[in-house]
C-alpha cells in the first residue's frame, strides 16, 4: 500500500514561532515531494516541493527537509505569521509525473 | 491564480438525482484528476486522465463516471446521487514531461446529497 502519514493532525503556533510538519513514507521509487497549502474553500496549490537528490530546499519563509534513508520530510515555516494558517498537506509521487499520493492535512493556525 | 474553473460552486441536491460536476482548465494540460475531499480530510483519488479520450479510476473507489472528450473540459457524472456522495469534489491538471508533477486545483464543488 503507498502510503504517506502525516503528522500532527493540528498544529497552534504563536506569531513568530517556528511551524514543523513531519510527513512519512513507505515507498522508496517515490521521487517528488511536494506540499500544498489549502485555505477554507479553496483547492490546494503548490507551496514548495523537493526530489530526493537534495537535503534540503528553501524558499523564503518556507523550507523542506529530507532525510532519505529515514523516508522522512518535513516542513518548516519559519516566522509564521496568521496568514499561514490553513490546511497543508505533503504529498508524494513516482516519476515525477505519475499520481500524487497525499498525507492526511495538518490544520495551523497561527495565534497574533 | 490557476487557470481551472469548476462549476457548481455548491450544490444541493435530492437522492437519486442525476448530477454534472463541469471542470475546465485553460492551460493546455493534458493531465486532469478529480479528487473528493471531506472537510479538513485529505484527498482521495477517484479519477484521472492522461489525454483525450483516455480516462482511468483512482485510489478511491468511487460511483460516479468521467469523460475527456476535449482537452481541456473533464466532466464528472453522477447517475443517481445518493446522501453518502455528499463531500467536496476538487479537479485538477498538470502538464506533462519535464514540467514535474505539479497539480493546479479548482476551487471544489461542494455537494450536498439530501
Known amino acids: 500500500q503507498q502510503q504517506v502519514k502525516q503528522s500532527p493532525q493540528s498544529l497552534i503556533v504563536q506569531k513568530g514561532g517556528i511551524s514543523i510538519i513531519n510527513c512519512a513514507y513507505e515507498?522508496?521509487?517515490?521521487?517528488?515531494f511536494p506540499w500544498y497549502q489549502q485555505f477554507p474553500g479553496k483547492g490546494p496549490a503548490l507551496l514548495i516541493a523537493i526530489r530526493p537528490d537534495v537535503s534540503e530546499k528553501k524558499e523564503g519563509r518556507f523550507t523542506i527537509s529530507f532525510n532519505k534513508s529515514a523516508k522522512q520530510f518535513s516542513l518548516h515555516i519559519m516566522d509564521s505569521q496568521p496568514g499561514d494558517s490553513a490546511t497543508y498537506f505533503c504529498a508524494a509521487s513516482v516519476n515525477q509525473g505519475g499520481k500524487l499520493i497525499f498525507g492526511q492535512g495538518t490544520e495551523l493556525s497561527v495565534k497574533p | 491564480e490557476a487557470d481551472i474553473y469548476q462549476t457548481p460552486r455548491y450544490l444541493v441536491i435530492g437522492t437519486g438525482k442525476k448530477i454534472t460536476l463541469e471542470c475546465s482548465q485553460t492551460?493546455?494540460?493534458?493531465?486532469m484528476y478529480w479528487y473528493q475531499q471531506d472537510p479538513g480530510m485529505e484527498l482521495h483519488l477517484i479519477h484521472y486522465?492522461?489525454?483525450?479520450?483516455?480516462?482511468e479510476k483512482g485510489d478511491l473507489s468511487s460511483e460516479s463516471t468521467v469523460s475527456r472528450i476535449r482537452t481541456e473540459h473533464f466532466p464528472l457524472t453522477l447517475e443517481s446521487a445518493r446522501p453518502s456522495h455528499t463531500s467536496q469534489y476538487l479537479c485538477?491538471?498538470?502538464?506533462?514531461?519535464?514540467?514535474?508533477?505539479?497539480?493546479?486545483f479548482g476551487p471544489g464543488t461542494r455537494l450536498t446529497v439530501l
Open positions: 486522465s492522461y489525454g483525450v479520450n483516455s480516462t
Open positions: 485538477a491538471s498538470s502538464a506533462s514531461g519535464s514540467m514535474g508533477n505539479e497539480q493546479f
Open positions: 492551460m493546455g494540460h493534458d493531465k
Open positions: 515507498n522508496t521509487a517515490f521521487d517528488y
